[in-house]
């Protein structure tokens, strides 16, 4: 399990005539994700999303606040293990060109000390599970978009994690790549695992997510199963959900 409890991530950004202006990118946020549930994060750019999920992800620390991460009732404090349990995939993710697919998971494997057996067992899974096998053995400069962004996704599942964090895993793929990457995400939710993950697509959002955390100016404004979203606004899909978020929030000039 994750849960994040009073979350707050402050910074400084300069204004006109060099003014320096303190805000808060993430404004007291507390959220819970469990085993088996896949959760949505949505918002207009610039609402705090990224810098919410690098914290989750453990990658940025919290001004204030804290992320807490348990497996049944055992809290796990150790930062190391806490990277072991997590497959975090940024939306400017950058692998080295010169490198196969194949390469970047046994050096990923080396990473997080796992046996050249276990590695070469979970190349062969990953590889089916989201279709790798056509370039897996091709220099990733030579992938193509969708391609590189399921080598990019198979370097977060060598090590097997309880909890994916995903920012924009499908922004700018086609119709297969995307699907591929959703069914993934369907299968490791069937398997117990968390998964978390912000997008823009608000249709992949309604097909995929248990649940949904909408954000702005980094506060939650609203929460819930998408059912319970569209009766809240008495709407009949995610989009005009968020639509009529969007109005209420005075969001326009945001989107």
Not at 79 to 98: A, D, M, Q, V
Not at 195 to 224: F, P, W
């Amino acid at each position: 399990m994750l849960r994040a409890v009073n979350l707050v991530k402050t910074f400084d950004k300069n204004e006109k005539k060099n003014k320096k202006i303190t805000f808060n990118a993430v404004d007291d946020i507390s959220i819970t994700v469990e085993p088996g549930e896949i959760v949505g994060i949505l918002g207009p750019n610039g609402a705090g999303k990224t810098t919410l999920l690098r914290m989750l992800g453990n990658l940025m620390e919290p001004t204030s606040g804290k992320v807490v991460f348990q497996s049944g009732e055992v809290i796990i404090e150790d930062t190391i293990e806490i990277k072991r349990r997590i497959g975090y995939l940024s939306g400017n993710t950058k692998l080295y060109g010169r490198l196969s697919t194949r390469e970047l998971l046994n050096i990923m494997g080396e990473i997080y000390g796992l046996s050249e057996e276990i590695v070469a067992n979970r190349i062969d899974d990953i590889s089916k599970v989201i279709g790798l096998e056509g370039f897996i053995d091709n220099r990733i400069e030579k992938l193509s978009t969708g391609q590189t962004q399921r080598a990019a996704i198979s370097r977060c599942l060598i090590h097997n994690p309880d909890i994916y964090i995903f920012d924009e895993p499908t922004l700018g793929l086609d119709i297969l790549s995307s699907s591929a990457i959703i069914e993934f995400m369907k299968k490791e939710k069937a398997k117990g695992k968390a998964v978390l993950y912000s997008t823009h697509y608000m249709e992949e959002a309604e097909y995929i997510c248990d649940r949904i955390i909408m954000i702005n100016k980094g506060k939650i404004i609203k929460q819930g199963t998408i059912d319970e979203l569209k009766q809240d606004t008495d709407t009949h899909n995610l989009r005009e959900v968020f639509n009529a978020l969007v109005k209420k929030e005075g969001m326009e000039n945001e989107l």
